[in-house]
């Protein structure tokens, strides 16, 4: 096995943290709502007293029940965000979440007062309400800890081919990304589970593996160390690991969190990995979020990979999907978007922290002769984003690599 990175002088610090790095408008947001999430709920009740009186308003002889009904799901709401928590399920502030909620049934009660306010349209907008509590309820409560597996399959010229006779010749890649750990909840034990069974030939990580909220937490980081230990344990195969968005992978933070685990960090390098006969290069690129420094970078390292060597590339962020093309880059895989973490069915994400919005927003991606896989993610947004995922489930992918062409050499 022989590493090798680029010979440009750039340091690992220059890399992860350039002098003109510019926050996403999402990262400013996230903040903002942060200092919102400081304000306890019951500081606010002059607010949602004001809302309830906005809902009923319309409502002429109905007011009284109209403000109840906004009251009511109102304390729902808060109730339901404020025991996550207290049962080690997620650790977000819960006044952000509860405001947008509220501001959302406010808007829904005041249309339908102005547009009919009878005991009929009363009914209806208290089936819509209880539509809203559940969905809430499913997307903080049960889909961010259900781990899906995907199965995916790649075949390549590149790679050795797979006669019957030797059906070990493929390669099990356990694809992991965007750990977002704050504390160990049911969703990280469900993940050791899932690898311990799942027994991959070999694993790589991309990216992101402490909650925004949480990186400079020394108890998040121990849990997130505990995590990486336990995976490792969990692992018969070698794992790789690479650095995912500047705010959350702390150049101060990440080694701390890998050092005395037998994880190989890559660092702008390239290793070549042999498994069951095969080889593979693994292209490891740490993300700066600017594809006018990262896309050059991966230029220099693919130029040390032999032209008939098969490529996985690690980067935390789709962005390099252009690059990586023009580049004759095999398998691409990365993480960050989340899937939109909260989609709405038929449209899908509204947010992906992606240059190319919704054009590489998850899944499987196929340009010329690259593939693209982009994980949704095990882990959710921090700061004052709702610890929540709707239609989105978190995810682990399973690629089973093995080669196409009868002309390949056979594996021994």
């Not at 004001?50 to 009511?72: G, H």
């Not at 099990?172 to 589970?193: A, C, F, G, M, N």
């Not at 006969?277 to 970078?297: K, N």
């Not at 949704?376 to 709707?390: D, I, S, T, V, Y």
């Amino acid at each position: 096995m022989e590493q090798r990175s680029p010979e440009d002088g750039t340091s690992l610090d220059q890399i992860l943290h350039p002098p003109d790095y510019r926050p996403r408008i999402l990262h400013v947001v996230l903040v903002t709502t942060e200092l919102l999430g400081r304000i306890s709920p019951l500081m606010l009740t002059p607010a949602w007293l004001a809302l309830a009186a906005i809902a009923c308003w319309p409502w002429d002889d109905l007011r009284i029940p109209a403000a109840i009904l906004s009251l009511v799901f109102l304390l729902l709401d808060g109730l339901e965000l404020a025991l996550l928590p207290r049962v080690g399920r997620s650790f977000g502030p819960v006044t952000p979440p509860l405001l947008a909620l509220a501001l959302l049934r406010t808007g829904i009660n005041l249309a339908a007062g102005l547009a009919s306010g009878t005991h009929l349209t009363l009914v209806v907008v208290t089936g819509v309400q209880l539509i809203i509590a559940a969905v809430a309820i499913y997307a903080t409560w049960v889909e961010p800890f259900h781990v899906t597996v995907t199965q995916a399959k790649l075949s390549s010229a590149k790679l050795k081919s797979n006669p019957a006779s030797n059906p070990s010749c493929s390669v099990r890649l356990l694809h992991i990304s965007d750990l977002h750990v704050e504390r160990i909840t049911p969703r990280e034990k469900e993940l050791l589970d899932l690898v311990r069974n799942l027994d991959p030939d070999l694993t790589v990580l991309t990216g992101d593996y402490l909650n925004l909220s949480s990186v400079r937490d020394p108890v998040a980081q121990a849990e997130v160390r505990n995590l990486l230990t336990a995976l490792h344990q969990g692992c018969s195969g070698p794992i790789y690991a690479i650095t995912g968005s500047p705010p959350v992978d702390l150049h101060d933070v990440v080694p701390a969190i890998f050092d005395g685990i037998n994880i190989t960090w890559l660092r702008d390098e390239i290793t070549n990995v042999e498994i069951h006969g095969q080889t593979m290069w693994l292209v490891g690129l740490s993300c700066t979020g600017e594809r006018s420094r990262d896309a050059p970078r991966l230029q220099r390292l693919l130029a040390q990979v032999p032209d008939d060597g098969f490529t996985v590339l690690l980067y935390h962020s789709p962005d390099l999907m252009p690059a990586a093309v023009d580049l004759g880059v095999d398998l691409y895989l990365c993480g960050h978007t989340h899937g939109g973490q909260l989609r709405l069915p038929l449209f899908g994400a509204l947010i992906t922290s992606s240059s190319f919005w919704k054009r590489y927003e998850m899944g499987r991606y196929e340009e010329k002769g690259t593939t693209l896989y982009v994980s949704r993610g095990l882990g959710m947004e921090g700061l004052g984003a709702p610890r929540a995922r709707f239609l989105s489930p978190p995810e682990v992918i399973l690629w089973t690599l093995s080669g196409n062409d009868a002309r390949t050499r056979a594996c021994s």
